[in-house]
């Protein structure tokens, strides 16, 4: 879902379009052939954008669309890297799948 630019956690970009969730802008790219060296994501803990494939990728927390992805500029405990977070997202390894969610969560 593309979403304004003043609304910043969990928002990723790429030349002048915005997403609301890190996983909308992982299907845009892959839909757009877009280059991925190009995108930026917000980074929870520096609040600030950096280059996406740079960042890395927490897979359990709430996002607008519930994805689970949030990205960091400093690596956290079981966070994953760009090329992961990808790959997971594409092959719907996600929040929103209940098997995976129950894997994750424990639920």
């Known amino acids: 879902m593309v979403i304004e630019k003043d609304k910043k956690e969990n928002t990723s970009y790429i030349d002048k ?42 897979i359990d927390e709430r996002t607008p669309m519930g994805y ?19 790959l997971r997202m594409l092959r719907g390894e996600t929040m929103k799948n209940p098997k995976i969610r129950k894997q994750i969560l424990g639920e």
């Open 17 to 58: 379009v915005y997403f609301d969730d890190i996983g909308c802008m992982v299907l845009w790219t892959k839909k757009n052939k877009s280059k991925l060296d190009s995108v930026m994501v917000f980074a929870k803990d520096s609040k600030k954008y950096i280059k996406a494939i740079d960042a890395y990728y927490t």
């Open 68 to 86: 689970g992805f949030t990205a960091y500029q400093n690596r956290k405990d079981k966070s994953i890297d760009f090329k992961e977070m990808r």
